[in-house]
C-alpha cells in the first residue's frame, strides 16, 4: 500500500519561509514522479511544482519560480518543497503527489495516482 504524509504547514508572516515534507512509504523515490500541487478556496488546484528523479528534471509555476525549490531525499523516501519570500497569495491546501511521470506529463494532475491528505499553509500579517 503506497501512502503520502505531508507536514510542515504553519501560519506565517510575508516573507518568511517554509518547508513541507512529504513521507512516502511503498514507493521508491528514485523510481517515480513526484509533485507538490496547492488548492486555495474557490480556485482550482494548481501544480506549484514537480521533480523527475531519474534525469533530474524540475518544473514549477511561474508563480513561485525563484522563491520555491522542491528536492527529494532517496534514503528518507521524502520530498520536500522549500518555499521563500512567501506571499498571502501562496495561502493554500498543499497536497503531494505521485505517479509514473514522463518529462511532457509531469506537470499534469492526471499524472500522479497517489495523493497525499494535504498541509494548510497560511500566509498573513
Known amino acids: 500500500q503506497v501512502n503520502l504524509v505531508e507536514s510542515g504547514g504553519s501560519l506565517v508572516r510575508p516573507g518568511d519561509s517554509l518547508r513541507l515534507s512529504c513521507a512516502a512509504s511503498g514507493r521508491t523515490f528514485r523510481n517515480y514522479g513526484w509533485a507538490w500541487f496547492r488548492q486555495s478556496p474557490g480556485k482550482e488546484r494548481e501544480l506549484v511544482a514537480a521533480i523527475k528523479p531519474s534525469g533530474g528534471s524540475t518544473r514549477y509555476a511561474d508563480s513561485v519560480k525563484g522563491r520555491f525549490t522542491i528536492s527529494g531525499d532517496n534514503a528518507k523516501n521524502t520530498v520536500y518543497l522549500q518555499m521563500g519570500g512567501l506571499k498571502p497569495e501562496d495561502t493554500a491546501v498543499y497536497y503531494c503527489?505521485?505517479?509514473?511521470?514522463?518529462?511532457?506529463?509531469?506537470?499534469?494532475?492526471?499524472?500522479?495516482?497517489?495523493w497525499g491528505q494535504g498541509t494548510q499553509v497560511t500566509v498573513s500579517s
Open positions: 503527489a505521485s505517479g509514473r511521470t514522463i518529462s511532457s506529463t509531469m506537470t499534469s494532475e492526471s499524472a500522479y495516482d497517489i
